[in-house]
């Protein structure tokens, strides 16, 4: 980004550096709000179908282009040309606000992912609070969809949305704790710099508690109870069709992208790999590269657990965040806390080991919790599996 | 080798935890307590004897100058309390005997209280709480570099016997287990007896300990010893006497509570109330261990007392210990309990071991007590089994017979018979044991009583007069015949002649979590006495001799073999064992007993302890409670209360005066009266609440504003 | 140390107090939650403080000091040392724990209970803080009144309440009239209240017949708060008749008033004439321990033993402050010597505050349940009540001196220090150790625990209608004796964390003398 | 520079018209669930704000706690009575007109007492680099403020089982009240 | 900065005195909540604006206002919980009708 500037600035000499900051930043925005969202949409919806096929042992889009990939462009025109409902008793302004709200939000957090070797929209001292804090747009977006719509099933579906997205938001948190403690810092630039290991391999529960409870943030199978059709139709957006249903459609292939963009980068190393640098455009590419490739291997893993799970009871679903997943992320960021501070860490190798057995032994003390808890339970089921009986 | 110090102080930790997570946790899964107190004194053990081993492979340096730990514990004014452990040849010594002979009890308590059977006892699992933190105590005691340290765990153990002895005091009267009402308060009584009297012993210890630690400022046994330390303690003189002779008498006083000495005795046998394997440990490696190697540990004070004194405390300790080994000895001869003949034959055995201790041997006295550990252990457990065995066969008789049985003591020997064919291996077991107490060669008690006699008998020739050792081998070889004579009664009452009820008919052999300890000790009671056996060069004496080197003051060589006592003794033995067997083979009940046609009225005393406990009752108990009532009448009826009240009464006739004034003036006309101009008041204000919190608000903020204004105005 | 540690700790109860006042009465519940929620601010900062304060500096931290009353040339002056702060500490434990167990146990007037108990505390807490006599006095007299009314209101009817609780008021008044004029006499000579000033100026040097006078005047209050013998009959009176709570704290923290101010006000202010009355006040200790032991045998009611035991036990304590005051010539260092025995004199009073504590609390329990404390109606109640037995039995092997548990501590060092100084005393006194097992064991243990349970017997003084917990001790109370227990074995164990914070307080007193 | 200074009042006017505009519709509103909505304007303002005055993280802070976590709450409040929430309702009391003479007086006393004072403001070299790093941010929470942070804590802890409680105890009051409701 | 402190005082003022009107006027329980938040707002502006222009080193005004925020959540939770209770209970959220404390 910076090499883009100079270069600017050495080849047209009448731009000031401000200018060319300028002009370099607002292309940069353009991309990500513009170009990004279509390329991302068609290339995953069909990545997303094709998966979704073989799991399921069928070939998947194969009629719109060669070996069907023109499938998502055909599906857009079909949206785009649908026509465009409004319920009666709907409040206009805010029904028609909800859907761009939607997916403002998920574009929003490209803003600070390190996307390449020094190509970042503003790497914020506080950005993975940043990718948090945006996070609740998207619940905004949902209530008011849920809300205007004036549709039971849209309320009902606003409030699961709210219930779920609230519940996961906190041990994403945590999660991310667990790593800016790792790290030393909130600036996602420099978590990418920390990881000479990936996170994933120093703190695995951290990433693993990140990875469910961000499909269950992007409302993904075996969480999408906030539009599980056999309860409540679509959910929030049951009303809406066409234009605006396409908005909604992209803002969660957007939030599907970025989450695992998310989770690359904090877990992953981002562009992290070898050559790529931001010292040559070759580093640059290839480091961008890298980071496309990991993020799109996350994504298979959630394609692969939506194609291999079924949907889960909307309590269940809460109980597993709130009586799992936070207590989990707890205890994990006082262990990781605890071991970075150990006088005996002094050495790379060491502080390795170190927050590998606090991941461990978060870990092991959730699990003989959760068995003593379940020795309780009067599900005689939960008793079954803790061996009480 | 010399890391393996370090676990010294897990030996007695094991059987401590043991204890805490017993009852704490496990209190109610019978057998995982049990697994675990046998566990970690299993562990004990072998830590024990890696801390032995230790010992012997680090030569001369180790065994006398040994290994300590020191912890900072009391901060006392400018100075610091230390605890800790240490580890010398002597401790090491202890550390074979105790823990491995605790070991075997466990074990053997597995199968006494009767585990996985419908009997069990209900509180099985407490029990074994309590015998592992008797275990810590000893072995605490062992290993204690300091006299705090060993204090506590000689208190602990206190504690504990009094726990265990009165272990079947407090429940319900049932034909199930045995238990009649009189049997829980004979328990409950045994174990106040026990803790009170041995209390008295400890109270004189615990004076000892202050006196030492006021003199010396230290309370560590090393440094105490120290040649420099004991010629102060010989030039301070206090009540008349050298200081060392009144703290060596206080220790003593300790020891004689603990070990059953003389006059403070007559605990012991009454601790037979508790199960067996309590006696067993009480009687071999523990309790009664406690105050012998007290003795033999502050042996140098006793030594450097002897040095300067007229009436040394050594010499005390000698003339108790022949005394009591008499009178053990003698009451053994009368009594009809199992369980009490071997109670009384301790109290006598350790009579023998202060004797030896007395004449200046630490290694004849402590030998004794090794030996008698693993003999006594031994004849426990074999009265258990053969009382275990008798009491089944009770069970199976009632039930044959459907009668629903008189009362029925299952220790009375009287009422056995005939047991070796019904129970081999406990008989054999027994026969060892016996053997070994009574001193026939080559059993382990032989040596080690013969090292006694003899040391007494050296010490008598070398001086030729008709001194103390001349008395102290005379009651000892005396002593060793009578010990025969109820031994002799004992084999012939239990194992002999025909069954005299039909318990004993009905007995069988024990489990062999039973049988399994006992032959093990039976080997021990065969083979250890020679690891200090004279043709061998005395390897005892080499491995602990030295240990109390460092003061200056005790000598340590062995006292050559001497032909003349060991074929005295022997011969004496082998009689009394002959006579008192032949007597009681084929006793009959309710025939007259052989010994008091012998003996006449001297039976009777005999038979009532020398009137000892009635003698107390009358001289000490009595007069205790009765002044404390007394007391208590000064106090509450006759003198200082009713003094008060009148004092009381009187106040209370003037404030009646003033009262009315009171009542009257100021209550009516001024405080009633302004109470009622508040109430007028607040009738009229509270209008101005309308509940709505709005309306507060915007007189808040109306006030603010003026305020605002009021500031910027001025 | 800006912050104010020793104003919050006392007075947060008092604001507890009003607050409670404030709650209608009906609200039951919620004013024994903020009873006890006001109770706890306290005991955390005065554990904060515990371990804020510097383990081996014997001075005075803390300390505070305003103006107060200036015609009066009375400040409000408080500070600790190594000396008070484990009785504030102890204060403020004991308090919460009574104010949860009578939480549950309280039915009569609940307010008024409440509200005294916190008032009682700002009291005790104000003695072990205050640093200025007039303060000092106005605390001790304080804490008087709510014992006076929680004696009289929820003592149990048949024991006299009334009169038990005008007896302890009369008793401690004529002792506190004649502290009060012996503090005027003192300030007359120094023209201070300053507790710490005082020693210095030596008090009333001039005017050694009044200086007597004084000394035994301010003796006479402390030794019938102690109690000592012969003060010492209001104590089995009160005792008996107070709630359980009530005579928690009366034994636990009320005796301690009177060895503190033995240990603050008269060992400092008169280290002579201390040293010189030293053998009399000795032999009152020596009479306390043993008659005290000897009377606390004699009795059947298991209330009465106990408070018959806390004049054997705080004899005790005055045994080893006299061998700390009559340092005679021994052939070794006399301060360590001393050291210890004051060392073993404070500590015996924590010790006793916990142990005593806890034996009342376990007399609570049966009392309960029972509501008699006749030994005679007991007996095999171990089987019944297997946790409480051990929890008792534990409780009363630390009083009797068993070592590992922490009364064996003090009373080792007691002796410690008095075998080195007074020898003859020690000896003596060594018997009441001896009876302290029998009527401990003999009678608690025994009567209660052990021998053979009878069902008629336990039918007829347990109704099951009048008692909601479970037969063994309630969870409830589990959770009053856990941290008695707690520091029964600590400081029996280990001790130094306790004593480090006495032994630099007292030897610096020590040496100033 | 000027360039910069003219973008600077042209965000600060978009800004304030967000936020004041936001705020009117707040408390003129009929609709609550508009209102609830124009909160969120006027506090996405605010955050404008913060950045326009260099506190990015506040910003953030402001965006996660105000946006995130208490507009949402409200609006779910809201749905959760929505039965009393129909537009027809009068949303003002009856003593809204003195409560507008009030707040137009109180606002005029502000201003006038704001204008008429001299502030101390930091000179130029200090104004141009506020430069405040989070980590000092954070040091600064668990050094010299921590006390107040723990407090914070506390209030926090304090308050979110209070909301519980309330929560639970209507419950089970619902529980009695559940005959009486199943009729309706 | 282009924009004078005053400027944002008046604002914050401005912002105040429109939630204070909030406050008082609405009749509806979370209406008036909506005010507090206004009003904290405010406050906050203040904060942060003094900490810009008067005492840009040190970080008491940024403390503060995270300080606000926390309190401010605080609020707003026990707060609707009182009101969501209110309602359960009275079937109203109307403020003017929850009047058990009047006289």
């Given at each position: 980004m910076e090499a883009l500037i100079r270069w600017l600035v050495d080849t047209f000499p009448p731009l000031s550096e401000a200018l060319a900051r300028l002009i370099v930043y607002v292309l940069y925005s353009g991309v990500l709000a513009f170009v990004a969202p279509v390329l991302i949409v068609v290339a995953y919806t069909y990545m997303e179908r094709k998966v979704l096929a073989r799991i399921q042992d069928r070939v998947g889009p194969?009629?719109?282009?060669p070996l069907g990939v023109l499938q998502g462009f055909a599906d857009a025109v079909k949206m785009l040309t649908k026509e465009d409902v409004t319920p009666a008793c709907a409040d206009r302004v805010v029904f028609n606000l909800a859907p761009v709200l939607a997916t403002v939000a998920a574009i929003l957090v490209?803003?600070?992912?390190?996307?390449?070797?020094?190509?970042?929209?503003a790497d914020l001292q506080a950005g993975v609070l940043y990718v948090v804090a945006i996070g609740a747009l998207g619940e905004v977006a949902a209530l008011m969809a849920g809300w205007s719509s004036d549709n039971k099933f849209a309320l009902l579906g606003a409030f699961r949305a709210v219930a779920q997205l609230i519940a996961y938001e906190i041990p994403i948190v945590l999660a991310i704790l667990a790593v800016v403690l790792a790290a030393g810092s909130m600036q996602l630039g420099a978590i990418v710099a920390a990881q000479d290991i990936p996170f994933a391999l120093v703190l695995p529960v951290a990433f693993l508690v990140l990875l469910v409870a961000s499909i269950a943030e992007i409302g993904?199978?075996?969480?999408?109870l906030l539009e599980a059709e056999s309860e409540i139709?679509?959910?929030?957006?049951?009303?809406y069709s066409g234009m605006k249903f396409a908005f909604f459609f992209i803002g969660e292939y957007m939030h599907l992208f970025a989450s695992a963009g998310v989770i690359t980068t904090l877990f992953?190393?981002?562009?992290?790999?070898?050559?790529?640098?931001?010292?040559s455009l070759l580093g640059v590419l290839l480091g961008f590269i890298y980071f496309v490739v990991k993020t799109t291997a996350v994504i298979w893993i959630m394609m692969w657990v939506r194609g291999t799970l079924f949907r889960i009871r909307i309590d269940h679903l809460l109980d597993f965040a709130w009586k799992f997943l936070v207590p989990l992320g707890l205890i994990l960021v006082v262990a990781v806390a605890v071991a970075l501070k150990l006088?005996?860490?002094?050495?790379p190798a060491l502080r390795w080991i170190a927050l590998l057995g606090a991941n461990v032994i978060a870990a092991l003390l959730m699990m003989i919790v959760i068995s003593l808890l379940a020795r309780r339970s009067r599900s005689a089921a939960l008793r079954a599996v803790a061996g009480a009986d | 080798m010399d890391f393996l110090f370090s676990f010294t102080p897990l030996i007695p930790l094991f059987p401590l935890l043991a204890f805490a997570v017993i009852v704490l946790f496990?209190?109610?899964y019978n057998r995982l307590s049990s697994d675990i107190a046998i566990g970690s004194i299993a562990l004990s053990t072998v830590l024990a004897w890696a801390v032995l081993l230790a010992t012997l492979l680090g030569g001369e340096h180790i065994q006398v100058e040994g290994w300590q730990l020191r912890v900072p514990w009391l901060p006392a004014g400018t100075t610091v309390l230390d605890l800790g452990f240490a580890v010398d040849g002597f401790t090491a010594a202890m550390l074979f005997m105790v823990p491995f002979v605790c070991l075997m009890i466990f074990i053997y308590s597995q199968g006494y209280m009767k585990l996985?059977?419908?009997?069990?006892?209900?509180?099985y699992a407490r029990f074994f709480a309590y015998i592992s933190l008797f275990a810590a105590g000893m072995l605490g005691l062992v290993v204690a570099r300091d006299l705090v340290l060993l204090f506590v765990s000689w208190e602990i153990m206190g504690l504990c016997s009094y726990l265990l002895i009165g272990f079947?005091?407090?429940?319900?009267?049932?034909?199930e287990h045995h238990i009649d009402e009189a049997q829980v308060i004979r328990a409950r009584k045994a174990a106040l007896k026990a803790f009170i009297t041995t209390r008295i012993g400890d109270v004189l210890l615990f004076s000892g300990i202050a006196l030492l630690y006021s003199y010396?400022?230290?309370?560590?046994l090393r440094e105490i010893f120290r040649p420099e330390t004991l010629e102060t303690l010989q030039t301070i003189s206090l009540l008349g006497m050298p200081a060392v002779t009144v703290i060596a008498l206080l220790v003593f006083g300790g020891a004689v509570g603990k070990s059953a000495q003389?006059?403070?005795?007559?605990w012991l046998p009454d601790a037979?109330?508790?199960?067996t394997p309590v006696s067993a440990l009480i009687h071999a490696a523990t309790m009664v261990a406690a105050g012998v190697y007290l003795v033999a540990r502050m042996l140098p004070l006793f030594i450097a007392g002897f040095e300067v004194?007229?009436?040394?405390a050594l010499h005390w300790v000698a003339i108790v210990g022949a005394i009591t080994a008499l009178l053990g000895a003698t009451i053994g001869l009368a009594q009809d309990d199992i369980k009490r003949v071997l109670a009384y034959s301790t109290i006598s055995q350790l009579g023998y071991m202060m004797m030896g201790l007395g004449l200046g041997s630490l290694v004849a006295g402590i030998f004794h007590l090794l030996t008698h550990a693993f003999f006594k252990a031994l004849l426990f457990l074999g009265a258990g089994s053969v009382i275990h065995g008798v009491e089944h066969g009770h069970h199976v008789a009632a039930h044959a017979d459907h009668v629903h049985t008189?009362?029925?003591?299952?220790?009375?020997?009287?009422?056995?018979?005939?047991l070796r064919h019904r129970m081999p291996y406990t008989f054999v077991a027994y026969l060892a044991g016996t053997l070994a107490l009574v001193g026939?060669?080559?059993?382990a008690g032989f040596w080690s009583k013969d090292e006694i006699l003899a040391e007494a008998f050296h010490l008598w020739r070398a001086d030729g007069a008709l001194n103390l050792p001349f008395w102290v081998w005379l009651a000892g070889t005396l002593g060793a015949f009578f010990t025969a004579l109820y031994m002799g009664r004992q084999l012939g009452l239990v194992f002999?002649?025909?069954?005299?009820h039909t318990a004993a008919r009905h007995a069988h052999e024990s489990p062999s979590s039973m049988t399994i300890p006992l032959i093990v000790l039976a080997l021990f009671a065969l083979?250890?006495?020679?690891?200090?056996?004279p043709f061998l060069g005395s390897p005892l004496h080499h491995f602990m001799?030295?240990?109390?080197e460092a003061s200056e003051v005790v000598h340590a060589e062995a006292v050559p073999f001497n032909f003349t006592v060991a074929a005295i003794s022997t011969v004496l033995a082998v009689a009394g064992l002959l006579l008192g067997w032949l007597l009681y083979r084929n006793y009959r009940p309710g025939q007259v007993e052989p010994f008091q046609v012998v003996l006449g009225p001297v039976f009777t005393l005999l038979r009532n302890k020398y009137y000892i406990d009635e003698l107390y009752q009358q001289v000490i108990i009595r007069p205790v409670v009765w002044l404390s009532n007394f007391c208590f009448n000064i106090d509450?009826?006759?003198?200082i209360d009713p003094f008060v009240d009148l004092v009381g009464a009187a106040g209370r006739v003037a404030s009646d005066i003033v009262r009315v004034l009171d009542s009257v003036v100021v209550d009516r006309w001024f405080v009633e009266g302004t109470a009622q101009l508040f109430n007028a008041a607040g009738r009229g204000l509270?209008?101005?609440?309308?509940?709505?919190v709005q309306n507060y608000l915007l007189v808040v903020a109306v006030t603010i504003l003026l305020l605002l204004g009021l500031y910027l105005y001025f | 140390m800006n912050f104010p540690f020793l104003t919050l700790i006392t007075f947060i109860p008092l604001l507890g107090a009003v607050v409670v006042a404030l709650?209608?009465?009906?609200?039951e519940r919620e004013i024994k939650l903020v009873a006890v929620l006001f109770s706890v601010p306290s005991l955390v900062l005065s554990l904060i403080a515990w371990l804020l304060y510097?383990?081996?500096?014997g001075e005075i931290k803390f300390l505070e000091e305003a103006t107060w009353i200036p015609t009066l040339n009375a400040y409000y002056r408080v500070g600790v040392d190594g000396i008070s702060l484990p009785l504030v500490f102890l204060t403020t434990l004991l308090t919460t724990l009574s104010l949860f167990y009578s939480s549950y146990t309280?039915?009569?007037?609940v307010k008024e209970f409440f509200a005294l108990f916190l008032l009682l505390e700002t009291g005790m807490i104000g003695v072990f803080v205050a640093l200025d006599l007039v303060l000092f006095y106005i605390f001790w007299e304080v804490g008087l009144v709510p014992m006076f009314l929680l004696i009289g209101i929820w003592?149990?009817?048949?024991?006299?309440p009334q009169y038990s609780a005008i007896k302890f008021f009369l008793y401690t008044l004529v002792g506190s009239v004649a502290m009060l004029l012996a503090f005027i006499a003192i300030y007359m000579t120094t023209?201070?209240?300053n507790i710490l000033q005082i020693p210095g100026l030596k008090p009333l040097a001039g005017n050694p017949g009044l200086a007597i006078a004084a000394f035994w005047a301010i003796f006479l209050a402390f030794a019938i708060k102690v109690p000592s013998w012969p003060f010492h009959t209001w104590l089995p009176d009160a005792h008996t008749a107070a709630p359980t709570a009530g005579s928690v704290v009366l034994a636990g923290v009320l005796l301690k008033l009177g060895g503190y101010g033995m240990i603050r006000i008269l060992l400092p202010f008169f280290p002579d004439l201390f040293k010189q009355f030293a053998p009399w006040i000795g032999v009152l200790a020596l009479i306390s321990m043993i008659y005290g032991a000897l009377v606390s045998m004699a009795q059947w009611d298991l209330k009465r033993l106990i408070a018959y035991s806390s004049v054997s036990h705080m004899g005790f304590f005055m045994l080893g402050l006299v061998a700390a005051a009559a340092s005679?010539?021994?052939?070794?260092?006399v301060l360590t010597s001393r050291a210890i025995a004051l060392n073993g004199a404070v500590l015996q009073m924590f010790n006793h505050g916990i142990i005593t504590g806890g034996l009342f609390f376990l007399v609570g329990v049966i009392y309960e349940r029972t509501?008699?404390?006749?030994?005679?109606?007991?007996?095999?109640?171990s089987a019944k009540m297997p946790v409480y037995y051990g929890v008792m039995l534990t409780t009363a092997l630390a009083s009797l001196g068993?070592?590992?548990?922490?009364?064996f501590i003090s009373e080792f060092m007691v002796f410690r220090g008095a075998f080195a100084l007074i020898p003859t005393y020690a000896i003596i006194g060594v018997v009441a150790i001896v009876l302290g097992a029998a009527y401990i064991l003999w009678k608690i243990v025994q009567h209660v625990f052990l021998g053979e349970f009878s069902e008629e017997r336990w039918q007829e003084i347990f109704n099951?209608?009048?008692?909601?917990?479970?037969?063994?001790?309630a969870r409830f109370e589990v959770i009053t004796m856990a941290p008695l227990l707690f520091f029964m074995v600590l400081v029996g164990i280990y001790p130094a964390p306790v004593l480090n914070v006495i032994n630099a307080a007292t030897t610096a007193l020590l040496a100033m003398l | 520079m000027a360039i910069e200074q003219a973008l600077q009042i042209f965000v600060f006017v978009i800004l304030t018209l967000m936020t004041l505009g936001g705020g009117l519709a707040v408390v003129t509103s009929r609709n609550l669930f508009h209102a609830a909505l124009s909160l969120i304007l006027s506090l996405a303002g605010v955050v404008g704000y913060y950045v326009l005055l260099d506190a990015g993280f506040l910003a953030i802070v402001q965006l996660l706690?105000?946006?995130?976590?208490i507009s949402i709450l409200i609006l779910f409040s809201i749905m959760l009575t929505r039965?009393?929430?129909?537009?027809?309702?009068?949303?003002?009391?009856?003593q809204w007109w003195i409560a507008a003479l009030v707040v137009f007086l109180t606002f005029v006393v502000l201003i006038v007492a704001l204008w008429q004072m001299v502030w101390p403001i930091a000179d130029d070299e200090a104004l141009r680099t506020p430069n405040v790093a989070i980590s000092q941010l954070g040091e600064a929470l668990v050094g010299p403020y921590a006390i107040p942070f723990e407090i914070i804590s506390v209030l926090l802890l304090v308050a979110l089982v209070g909301a519980i409680v309330l929560a639970r105890e209507t419950e089970n009051n619902q529980g009695s009240h559940a005959e009486a409701g199943s009729s309706e | 900065m282009a924009i004078p402190l005053s400027w944002w005082l008046t604002v914050a003022a401005a912002l105040f005195a429109i939630g204070l009107y909030g406050v008082l006027s609405r009749r509806n329980a979370i209406g008036v909540l909506l005010g507090i938040e206004l009003m904290l707002n405010a406050a906050n502006i203040n904060l942060v604006a003094f900490w810009r222009f008067?005492?840009?080193?040190?970080l008491t005004g940024q403390v503060f206002a995270i300080f606000v925020i926390g309190i401010a959540a605080a609020e707003a939770a026990a707060g609707l919980a009182i009101i969501i209770s209110a309602y359960r209970r009275?079937?109203?959220?109307?403020v003017d009708e929850l009047d058990t404390m009047r006289w």
């Open positions: 194969n009629r719109a282009g490209f803003a600070v992912l390190p996307v390449a070797p020094g190509v970042i929209g993904r199978s075996p969480f999408d139709v679509a959910g929030y957006h049951v009303e992953l190393g981002g562009w992290r790999g070898p050559l790529a640098s931001s010292d006088p005996a860490v002094n050495s | 496990t209190y109610r996985g059977q419908p009997d069990q006892d209900p509180r079947w005091s407090f429940r319900k009267a049932d034909d010396t400022g230290t309370v560590t003389f006059p403070l005795h007559v037979m109330e508790g199960p004194a007229d009436a040394p008189e009362h029925f003591n299952p220790n009375d020997m009287k009422a056995m018979g005939g026939i060669v080559p059993f002999w002649g025909e069954p005299r083979l250890f006495g020679f690891v200090n056996a001799g030295g240990v109390h509450d009826r006759w003198i509270r209008y101005s609440e309308t509940g709505r | 709650i209608p009465g009906r609200r510097a383990q081996n500096a309280i039915k009569k007037r003592g149990q009817p048949q024991d006299r023209g201070t209240w005679l010539e021994v052939a070794n260092p509501h008699t404390r006749d030994l005679k109606a007991f007996g095999g109640l068993l070592p590992g548990l922490a009364g099951p209608a009048h008692w909601h917990f479970s037969l063994d001790m | 706690i105000y946006i995130g976590a039965g009393l929430m129909t537009p027809r309702q009068v949303q003002r009391n009856e | 008067i005492t840009p080193q040190a009275r079937r109203t959220v109307v």
